[in-house]
């Protein structure tokens, strides 16, 4: 069974930091590509950013989080990371983070479909 779950949220003063977590399991990291999504109350879903380890670690960025935020990952612990820096109140929003397909633009494009499996999300919450 396909899973992917989210930890690592949190309410953090603008400025701050945090460290998301999505932890999948029932695929390999060698298949797929691992993005992350946001989505604030009221407004539209974001791309945030993806991480493709079998095309050279290939990693994209939405111009929005760009030098604040990067992905990295752990094979041996199946794990994802989005490592969040200089956090601003824009910021704040749900974070899932979903399996794209390893070929073909979408990591790049960092676009997700309804069709992708994705968790549940972990909110993210930055004060001013």
């Known amino acids: 069974e396909v899973q992917l779950v989210e930890s690592g949220g949190g309410l953090v003063q603008a400025g701050g930091s945090l460290r998301l977590s999505c932890v999948v399991s029932g695929f390999s990291f060698d298949d797929y590509a691992i993005g992350w999504f946001r989505q604030a109350p009221g407004m539209e879903r974001e791309g945030v950013s993806c991480?493709?380890?079998?095309?050279?670690?290939?990693?994209h960025y939405a111009d929005s989080v760009r030098g604040r935020f990067t992905i990295s990952s752990d094979y041996a612990k199946n794990t994802v990371y989005l490592q969040m820096n200089s956090l601003k109140p824009e910021d704040t929003a749900n974070y899932f983070c979903?399996?794209?397909?390893?070929?073909?633009?979408?990591?790049?494009?960092?676009?997700?479909?309804?069709?992708?499996?994705r968790g549940k999300g972990t909110l993210v919450t930055v004060s001013s």
């Open positions: 979903a399996r794209l397909p390893r070929f073909g633009s979408r990591c790049y494009v960092l676009q997700l479909d309804d069709t992708d499996y």
């Open positions: 991480i493709s380890e079998a095309d050279d670690s290939s990693r």
